[in-house]
C-alpha cells in the first residue's frame, strides 16, 4: 500500500540536482505527484509529492547517496495527500514597491481578513543593492468576493503604503 | 436526448486532425442535437468540437452567452470554420473538458474575423472579440489535433495585464 510524502529538498543550486534526485527516486519504485521546484537566491529547493510503498525511514535510506553527493538539506513528512484535487483561482493580485520589511504581512493580512484563499504566491526582490524593489504575485480564491478584496486593498494603500502599487484582477476562467 | 461520451486527455484520438464536413444530411443534424446537449451538460460548457466525442469532422459549437457583459453572437453552430482575418493578443486562462482537473494560460488573438457554415450549409461571417475570439481559437486548435495544453505559457511571470481593478 503506497503513501504520499511530501520531500522538501534544499541546496546550493549546481547543474543536475532534479535529474539526480528523480532518479534515485525512480529506480526506487517512487512515483511523482505535484511539485514545486525554483531556484531561491542561489539555492535551488524541491517541494515534491511523492508516493511510496515503505515507510519514511527507508525513502531517507533511497536518498542518501545523492543528498551527500549534492550537499542537499532533506525532509520527510507522511501527507494526506491526494492527486486531483486543484481548486481553480478566481483573482490575481500584484503588488510592487520599494523593498522594505512588512509588505507580505500587511497586505496579506488584510486579504485574509477580506476572505482571500491563496492557492499561488511567488515573489521576489529585483532591483539592486541600493535600490531594491519587491514584487509579489499571488492567486487565490475570493471566499467573500473580489469586492471586497479589493476595498480592503484600497484601504491599505490609503492609510499605509501610498507609493505601493498594487493590481487585482479576476481569472475567468473559460471551459470548453 | 443522449450524451455523448467525451474523451480525454493522453487518448491520442484527440490528436486527430478533423475533415471538412461535406454532407449536410439528417444524420449530421441529429449529431449536432447530441453534441450541444453534451455541451451544455459539462462544467462551464461554453464550446464544444466534434472531435472531443471522437467524430473526427470540422463541426463547433460555441456559446458565450452565459458570461455578463460580453460582445457575442449567441449560440452558434460553425461548420467547416476558418479564420481569415485575427488582431491583437490576449492571455488568459483555460480549461477544457478533454483536460480535466488543469487550467492554464493561454495566450490568444483578442479579435479575429471567421467564416463558417451553419447546419445547412450556408456561409456566414463574424466579427468576434474577447470570450467568444479565445473560444472559437481553442475549439479550431481541437480540430487541428491541438490542446490548450500545448500552448501553455508560465502561470508565473505573467507579464500581459488585462483589467485593473484597484
Not at chain 1, 529547493?45 to 536518498?63: P, W
Not at chain 1, 501527507?79 to 481548486?87: F, K, V
Request: hydrophobic share 40%.
Amino acid at each position: 500500500m503506497s503513501q504520499w510524502y511530501m520531500l522538501t529538498l534544499v541546496g546550493k543550486d549546481q547543474l543536475g540536482i532534479v535529474a539526480k534526485v528523480t532518479t534515485a527516486l525512480y529506480k526506487s519504485g517512487c512515483n511523482l505527484g505535484e511539485a514545486s521546484m525554483l531556484r531561491l537566491g542561489g539555492n535551488f529547493s524541491i517541494m515534491l509529492m511523492v508516493s511510496y510503498d515503505n515507510d519514511k525511514k527507508q525513502l531517507y535510506v533511497l536518498l542518501e547517496d545523492v543528498v551527500r553527493e549534492l550537499n542537499l538539506h532533506l525532509h520527510i513528512d507522511a501527507i494526506e495527500g491526494h492527486l486531483h484535487q486543484h481548486r481553480d483561482p478566481e483573482v490575481r493580485i500584484t503588488v510592487h514597491g520599494a523593498d522594505r520589511a512588512g509588505i507580505v504581512a500587511q497586505v496579506t493580512s488584510v486579504l485574509t481578513e477580506a476572505g482571500l484563499n491563496i492557492l499561488d504566491l511567488e515573489s521576489d526582490v529585483g532591483g539592486n543593492t541600493d535600490n531594491p524593489f519587491y514584487i509579489m504575485h499571488i492567486e487565490g480564491i475570493a471566499t467573500q468576493g473580489i469586492a471586497l478584496l479589493s476595498h480592503a486593498l484600497q484601504q491599505l494603500l490609503a492609510m499605509q503604503h501610498p507609493d505601493l502599487k498594487v493590481q487585482l484582477e479576476p481569472i475567468e476562467t473559460l471551459v470548453m | 436526448m443522449s450524451l455523448l461520451e467525451i474523451l480525454t486527455y493522453p487518448d491520442p484520438r484527440l490528436k486527430t486532425i478533423s475533415a471538412p464536413v461535406t454532407e449536410f444530411d439528417a444524420k449530421l443534424q441529429a449529431f449536432l442535437i447530441d453534441l450541444e446537449n453534451t455541451m451544455r451538460a459539462g462544467p462551464g460548457g461554453v464550446g464544444i468540437a466534434a472531435p472531443q466525442v471522437g467524430c473526427f469532422q470540422r463541426i463547433v459549437l460555441l456559446d458565450v452567452s452565459s458570461k455578463p457583459k460580453i460582445k457575442h453572437h449567441g449560440n452558434l453552430v460553425l461548420i467547416n470554420p476558418e479564420i481569415t482575418q485575427w488582431e491583437g493578443f490576449e492571455i488568459g486562462r483555460e480549461g477544457c473538458m478533454s483536460v480535466p482537473d488543469y487550467t492554464g494560460n493561454v495566450i490568444r488573438a483578442q479579435y479575429l474575423h471567421l467564416m463558417a457554415q451553419d447546419q445547412h450549409g450556408v456561409q456566414h461571417e463574424y466579427d468576434m472579440e474577447g470570450f467568444e475570439a479565445r473560444a472559437i481559437q481553442h475549439e479550431l486548435d481541437h480540430l487541428d489535433g491541438l490542446l490548450f495544453i500545448d500552448r501553455l505559457v508560465s502561470r508565473r511571470h505573467d507579464l500581459f495585464r488585462r483589467k485593473v481593478y484597484v
